[in-house]
Every structure is written in C-alpha cells, then in structure tokens.
C-alpha cells in the first residue's frame, strides 16, 4: 500500500488533501483570525504548502518502504510473505486496496488532530479509520471477491496483519512527521511569500 499513488494520490487526492487542511487550519483560534482578517488565506496556505509535500514526500518514499519491509520481514515467514504478495497482487486484493483508499473518511484522525494544538494524531485513530473503511466496502465486494477474501481469511495471515497494524500504521505517522532536507524552509518560504502579497495588496 505504500506506493507512489498510494502515498501522494492523484488530482483529487490532491483537492481532498487541501480541503482536510483547510479543516484543520480552520480549527485553529490563530489560523481562524487570520481567515476572518485575509479570507481566502487559509486556502492560499493549503494549496501553496502541498506540492511542497508531495515532493518531499515523493523523495523519502524509500525510507517509508524499507521501514515497512523490515518489520514485514521480521513478522511474517518467507512462504507467507510470499502470500501475502500474491493477495495483493489478485484483483481481490488490488481492488481492497484501491476501495479502502477510496472509502476511507479519517472521522477520527481528523477529530484527533483538531483536539491537538499540533495537529497530531495516533496510530490508533488512522487503524480505526482504516477498519471502518474496509467494513463498509466488505459488504460491495462481488462474490469472487468475497471467496477469495474467506480464503485469505484461512490462511492464519489475517490475525497477524491486525497484530501488526498499530506499528505499521506508527511507522507511516513518524515518516509523516519528518522531512526532506530543505523541506521546511520551502515551507516558510510559502506562507511568508502569500502573506507579503496579502499585505501589499491592502496597502495599494
């Protein structure tokens, strides 16, 4: 789950990743004032910091994978690696991992993160989201699909994945959490640059 699309998305991941911003931005009392002193600012900051991010995160890609390897290679044995791959592989389990994506709200991660005065959030929340996420989507998979579920569900893998899950859902929170040399700068470099056409333009 942890490929380029996966982890950046396409154009309308794009658009729902600067709308959650824009949520979050929203449930801060500073971040608040300054939309009500400069509408549209909050936007201007969301739209402006994520391609910053997708490249940033587009550059580490390889750090998040070798992580998540290594603890799949000190959980699993090499036939049910090997399993594992082939599920993931199948249109069954492509399609659960393009759906989950799909479907995925984050209710509870971004209630999390609004309650924090850093935005943070746990594992817990982004597992709970993820689970919620793939009951609503069991019940539209098509027969095939749910066979080949019930099988995979045999395989004594399953109660290992969810064993799992916590760590691998910590490991993508603290990739998240760090950043591409020059990261930051380019950052501030975009808020200081929308906020001084903001100022300019009330001066004119």
């Given at each position: 789950m942890n490929s380029e699309i996966n982890i950046i998305g396409d154009a309308d991941d794009d658009q729902q990743a600067v709308e959650m911003m824009q949520e979050l931005f929203d449930?801060?009392?500073?971040?608040?004032?300054?939309?009500?002193?400069?509408?549209?600012?909050?936007?201007?900051?969301?739209?402006?910091?994520?391609p910053i991010i997708n490249k940033s995160s587009l550059e580490r890609l390889p750090q998040l994978?070798?992580?998540?390897?290594?603890?799949?290679?000190?959980?699993?044995?090499?036939?049910?690696l090997a399993a594992l791959i082939e599920f993931y592989s199948s249109p069954t389990g492509r399609k659960l991992v393009a759906q989950t994506l799909d479907t995925i709200a984050f209710d509870t991660t971004m209630t999390e993160m609004k309650q924090s005065p850093d935005f943070e959030y746990?594992?817990?929340?982004?597992v709970a989201d993820t689970r919620a996420a793939g009951a609503k989507i069991a019940t539209g998979m098509d027969r095939q699909d749910q066979l080949t579920l019930a099988e995979f569900g045999r395989s004594g893998l399953?109660?290992?994945?969810?064993?799992?899950?916590?760590k691998t859902h910590q490991i993508v929170i603290d990739w998240n959490n760090e950043y591409a040399p020059g990261e930051e700068a380019a950052?501030?470099?975009a808020i200081e640059t929308i906020l001084d056409k903001r100022m300019e333009s009330m001066d004119e």
């Amino acid at each position: 789950m942890n490929s380029e699309i996966n982890i950046i998305g396409d154009a309308d991941d794009d658009q729902q990743a600067v709308e959650m911003m824009q949520e979050l931005f929203d449930s801060d009392p500073e971040m608040a004032e300054m939309e009500r002193d400069y509408p549209g600012i909050v936007k201007q900051f969301a739209e402006a910091m994520l391609p910053i991010i997708n490249k940033s995160s587009l550059e580490r890609l390889p750090q998040l994978q070798a992580r998540q390897a290594a603890l799949y290679q000190d959980t699993f044995t090499d036939p049910e690696l090997a399993a594992l791959i082939e599920f993931y592989s199948s249109p069954t389990g492509r399609k659960l991992v393009a759906q989950t994506l799909d479907t995925i709200a984050f209710d509870t991660t971004m209630t999390e993160m609004k309650q924090s005065p850093d935005f943070e959030y746990s594992a817990a929340s982004t597992v709970a989201d993820t689970r919620a996420a793939g009951a609503k989507i069991a019940t539209g998979m098509d027969r095939q699909d749910q066979l080949t579920l019930a099988e995979f569900g045999r395989s004594g893998l399953m109660p290992k994945l969810q064993a799992m899950a916590l760590k691998t859902h910590q490991i993508v929170i603290d990739w998240n959490n760090e950043y591409a040399p020059g990261e930051e700068a380019a950052l501030d470099a975009a808020i200081e640059t929308i906020l001084d056409k903001r100022m300019e333009s009330m001066d004119e």
